[in-house]
């Protein structure tokens, strides 16, 4: 009888920022043969910018992940491909079912080893209920692809005896399988002893995805994991031991001797050396290569001029508390960084030239009459800028629940690409990390950014009556970096001088 092909689609990696030309593939949602509709959440994928979750644009039958996790692929690289489920009654091939595999003689009489049925494990993991396999002949066909090949050397290795460390092999009475090529006719298989799925050195290590990418990260060979996890698996504990951040597993007489031979049973891996290791490597990628090219581009394009302002802001630091209390800003964060992030789009008022960037190919100065005010955020993955649009037009009860929504976000890793877009004017605040002050770099496309210092009681002159007096204040550093390619020492100086001044006393925000 035969059957109509069913039509599939394949799925390419889409640019999903501005420009950019490669992601990771961070974590799969979905598996093969899992049946899926338009828009649902297939893949989470880690661009230039932030972590991206890519809805399917197919509904049908998942046929194959293309790309595994942890892989860095092009925009434009097919990543999934999906059939029609409504044409076909059969599940999903697996990658590994992909093309036939004639090399290899199973037992067609029990349905775990023939590969039919649900719960087909991967390639390479060897289930306890799985029936006798025979290793492949010596002058069998070759595998016709290099996933073929893989998968032929990957069984061959974990059931072959030394072959890849595997357990011993228990003597049977039935005759062995020749080693010359034999024609196909049933015969007694050898008995084996299934090797222990625990053990990391007799079948393929079993761990998700966030775990593998972790080992690629810190440069850890999963086989040599201890697997501590349910059923087995490696943890994040497991990985971090065998990168010498933990206990490492204690070595035994079996990986001490230099002369054990090939045939014995898998030992625990060698450990790390005593202290765990001197050097690890990290690879650059994602957000933070981003944050590399974009910070090294900004320093050696836009001269820096960097100024400094110690402020008392005590009478902030007393209005924030009350502002706490106020009915319209109940349940949101109200913080130093609020009242100042309110300065800063009163200040530009009087100074729109900070609130401006630089067209080196048209010669012009492009004036905006809007704020994308950025605050940049540390994230595991690195630096981030998301900013709130139109930040001039929000009220202090609207900006508030702004920040709160654009700092968690960023915590989490959710930040897209287009939050990050089109910002005017940055705030960093390093205050949290209990700095005064630094120097920072302009985001690419501003022309200014504010540093905002830790706020720290301090001995400061009051002047009372014509009279000074040393008294406790609460007091902060702010330093402001420009562009002095347009934005001369007068301007950049105002601003700064009416920010501080705000935050001084508040005030003086009705003169804005």
């Known amino acids: 009888m035969t059957t109509t092909q069913a039509p599939t689609q394949e799925f390419l990696l889409p640019d999903v920022g501005e420009g950019l030309t490669e992601a990771e593939i961070v974590e799969w949602k979905v598996a093969v043969g899992d049946v899926i509709a338009i828009n649902d959440i297939i893949v989470e994928i880690e661009t230039a910018k932030s972590l991206v979750e890519l809805p399917s644009p197919y509904a049908g039958t ?38 036939p595999q004639p090399e290899m003689a199973i037992d067609l009489s029990n349905p775990a080893a023939s590969g039919g049925g649900e719960g087909e494990s991967l390639v390479g993991r060897n289930k306890a209920e799985r029936g006798p396999v025979r290793r492949a002949r010596k002058g069998s066909a070759s595998p016709s692809t290099e996933a073929g090949a893989n998968t032929q050397m990957q069984l061959q290795g974990a059931f072959a005896p030394g072959g ?23 015969e007694p298989v050898d008995a084996l002893v299934p090797a222990r799925a625990t053990d990391p050195a007799a079948v393929r290590a079993l761990a998700k995805p966030p775990v593998r990418k972790l080992a690629k990260d810190l440069g850890v060979d999963l086989a040599a994991c201890r697997a501590s996890g349910p059923g087995g698996t490696v943890t994040r504990d497991d990985v971090h031991a065998a990168a010498g951040r933990g206990a490492a597993p204690e070595p035994t007489p079996a990986t001490m001797s230099a002369s054990t031979p090939a045939s014995t049973p898998a030992s625990t891996p060698r450990p790390a050396a005593a202290g765990g290791a001197r050097e690890t490597r990290e690879p650059v990628k994602g957000v933070r290569k981003m944050m590399a090219g974009a910070m090294v581009g900004s320093a050696f394009s836009a001269p820096h001029v960097t100024e400094w302002v110690t402020v008392d802001v005590t009478r902030t630091m007393e209005l924030v508390e009350r502002l706490k209390d106020h009915r319209d800003l109940r349940g949101l964060k109200v913080s130093p960084l609020l009242v100042l992030a309110r300065a800063c789009v009163l200040a530009m008022r009087r100074t729109p030239v900070i609130n401006s960037t630089w067209d080196e190919a048209a010669q012009e100065v492009v004036l905006k009459h809007y704020v994308n005010l950025g605050i940049a955020a540390a994230t595991p993955r690195g630096l981030v800028v998301p900013n709130v649009k139109d930040a001039h037009d929000l009220a202090l009860p609207e900006l508030a629940a702004a920040l709160g929504e654009l700092t968690a976000t960023a915590r989490e890793g959710r930040t897209q690409p287009a939050e990050m877009a089109g910002g005017t004017f940055t705030i960093t605040n390093v205050g949290v990390f209990g700095v005064d002050a630094g120097t920072p770099i302009i985001n690419p496309g501003e022309s200014a950014i504010l540093c905002f210092g830790a706020v720290t009681k301090k001995p400061w002159v009051v002047t009372r009556d014509g009279v000074d007096e040393i008294v406790v204040r609460q007091v902060t550093t702010l330093a402001l970096s420009f562009d002095h390619r347009h934005v001369d020492g007068q301007a950049g100086s105002q601003f700064l001088a009416d920010v501080a001044s705000i935050l001084e006393d508040p005030a003086s925000a009705l003169l804005f």
């Not at 434009?76 to 599940?91: F, K, M």
């Not at 460390?165 to 399988?177: L, N, Y």
């Open 164 to 186: 890849a460390e595997s357990d011993e092999v228990v003597a049977s009475d039935e005759p062995a399988v020749p080693a010359t090529p034999a024609p196909p006719a049933p």
């Open 62 to 99: 998942v046929l194959a992940l293309m790309v595994d996790a942890g892989v860095t692929v092009d925009v434009g690289t097919p990543i999934i491909r999906v059939g029609d489920p409504a044409s076909t009654g059969e599940p999903a091939p697996g990658p590994a079912a992909a093309a």
